[in-house]
């Protein structure tokens, strides 16, 4: 969902992207981001296009031709990220865990010791495929130990749980505008270590896209130079400004805390359903709930009725997890207490006309006890 001073901000007047007044918006837009980032890296934008034109900037800009880089991989968008490096002449590592669980350091450490010299490491912070979540600060260590760029994909995680650039030591982050942040999709926000800078001044061989070229793009973005590249997005931009004045009002804290409480609420009333997560207990991620659906329970029939009689959408599995487990998204605007009662009310109803659950409002008190004992 997107909260209407958003919807608002999409139909502000158009103006030129190189009026004075747009450069405003977009100095605005870089300090919000640095602070949703918590970073102080000077660039720090939002690149032309969703989450995947994230991804694609990070691989083009750090990765030429021979460049090994090891990519985790535990679900959809690793395997993305993996065939990015391929597409751009480099060599993926695959370091794998199976889908649901997080990469194991000591997976990379073991891939290190196989391998010649690595120039960076690209990990999925919230895996939105499985509802996994990727610690990270063990990896940012073995990054700064062999000396290997850190590249984190934060496209679910940002603004629904920390996300430290600085503190970890995250030399390329990217997200998008469609998950936490609430906005529509179209704008990736991104943001590059003076480390990162660096390797990208040091290229044997110009970036090979044009469009994602970041050394290009630093100049339009760069205040004092602002020099033309390609036509900025003006109403998606309007948008994202929007969208983290909110973030900033709400604060960081207070947003992490909202996601973790519907999260553990909607847990809790999914359990006495039969309905379990896939990630264990320390691997959960906030905005995103996973669960194993019973093999007796046809899932796509439910999610169609769930959407058909009650309007909810709830996502079901992809690649090898199709068909066997639901993700329903609690994210920015879309995390709150009436969401997860509504739909928790929805499956209950479902769930006692097929005979899967005999006490009808067994998941809402279970819920309601976890809400009742935050408010106390
Ligand atoms: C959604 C998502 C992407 C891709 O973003 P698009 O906006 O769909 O291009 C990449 N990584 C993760 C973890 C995602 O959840």
Request: net charge negative; proline share 7%; charged share 20%.
């Amino acid at each position: 969902m997107v909260h209407p001073r958003v919807l608002r901000a999409l139909t502000t007047p158009l103006i030129g992207h190189m009026d004075p007044a747009f450069l405003g918006v977009m100095n605005d837009i870089q300090a919000l981001l640095r602070a949703v980032f918590q970073t102080t890296n000077r660039f720090t934008i939002a690149v032309s296009g969703t989450g995947s034109a994230g991804m694609e900037a990070s691989i083009v800009n750090l990765v030429e031709p021979g460049d090994a880089v090891i990519v985790g991989i535990n679900g959809v968008f690793g395997t993305r990220w993996a065939t990015t490096v391929e597409r751009c002449g480099g060599t993926a590592i695959r370091v794998e865990a199976p889908w649901g669980e997080p990469i194991d350091p000591e997976a990379i450490e073991q891939a290190l010791r196989r391998s010649g010299p690595v120039k960076a490491l690209a990990i999925v912070q919230a895996e939105t495929s499985t509802g996994a979540w990727q610690p990270l600060e063990p990896i940012a260590s073995l990054c700064r130990t062999h000396d290997m760029l850190f590249l984190v994909d934060a496209v679910t995680s940002l603004g629904g749980a920390p996300v430290e650039i600085d503190r970890w030591g995250i030399d390329v982050c990217y997200s998008g505008t469609q998950k936490c942040l609430s906005c529509p999709p179209g704008l990736a926000p991104f943001t590059l270590s003076d480390r990162a800078l660096a390797a990208i001044k040091a290229r044997r061989s110009p970036c090979q896209s044009w469009y994602f070229d970041m050394a290009l793009i630093a100049d339009y973005w760069a205040e004092g130079s602002r020099a033309y590249h390609h036509t900025a997005p003006i109403s998606m931009l309007y948008a994202l400004r929007e969208a983290l004045r909110l973030v900033d009002e709400e604060g960081l804290p207070a947003r992490f805390a909202r996601h973790q409480l519907n999260h553990d609420a909607m847990i809790a009333g999914l359990s006495e359903l039969g309905l379990f997560p896939l990630p264990s207990k320390s691997h959960r991620l906030p905005m995103l709930i996973c669960v194993t659906v019973p093999p007796h329970i046809p899932e796509a029939e439910i999610r169609t009725s769930l959407l058909s009689t009650y309007g909810i959408e709830i996502g079901g599995g992809l690649g090898p997890l199709k068909g066997k487990v639901w993700r329903i998204g609690l994210m920015g605007e879309s995390s709150t207490e009436a969401h997860v009662l509504t739909l928790l009310n929805a499956l209950e109803e479902l769930f006692i006309r097929h005979g899967w659950c005999s006490t009808p409002g067994v998941a809402l008190q279970a819920a309601a006890r976890v809400y009742s004992r935050t408010a106390s």
